[in-house]
């Protein structure tokens, strides 16, 4: 069965970092691109960060550049996205997803792991 699974969301302080993981427990999306987007309440589900199936390429929406980093371990399949400096407006449900992330064409989503940013 084919499944992306997320760990790692939480509450945290405006400034505080979190590290969000992804696995694909089978190893088959290995060779897929993959990435993260978000959903707020009451918002439709944004683009976070792509990265290309070997790690060479990434992309970030703008919202995020400079504070949030996205990286892969084919070896463990795993994906993960690093967050600095986190902002209340940064609280979101996020999710973990593989395909034409870029183009926002997705053929397997993760559940979802909260984060909230809140003092």
């Known amino acids: 069965q084919v499944q992306l699974v997320e760990s790692g969301g939480g509450l945290v302080q405006p400034g505080d970092s979190l590290k969000l993981s992804c696995v694909d427990p089978?190893?088959?999306?290995?060779?897929?691109?993959k990435g993260w987007f978000r959903q707020a309440p009451g918002k439709e589900r944004q683009f976070v960060a792509a990265?290309?199936?070997?790690?060479?390429?990434?992309a970030y929406n703008d919202s995020v550049k400079g504070r949030f980093t996205i990286s892969r371990d084919n070896a463990k399949n795993m994906v993960y996205l690093q967050m600095n400096n986190l902002k209340p407006e940064d609280t979101a449900v996020y999710y973990c997803?593989?395909?034409?992330?870029?183009?926002?064409?997705?053929?397997?989503w993760g559940q979802g792991t909260q984060v909230t940013v809140s003092s």
């Open positions: 990265i290309s199936w070997d790690g060479s390429h990434t």
């Open positions: 089978g190893g088959s999306l290995r060779n897929y691109q």
């Open positions: 997803a593989a395909g034409e992330v870029v183009l926002g064409i997705i053929d397997y």
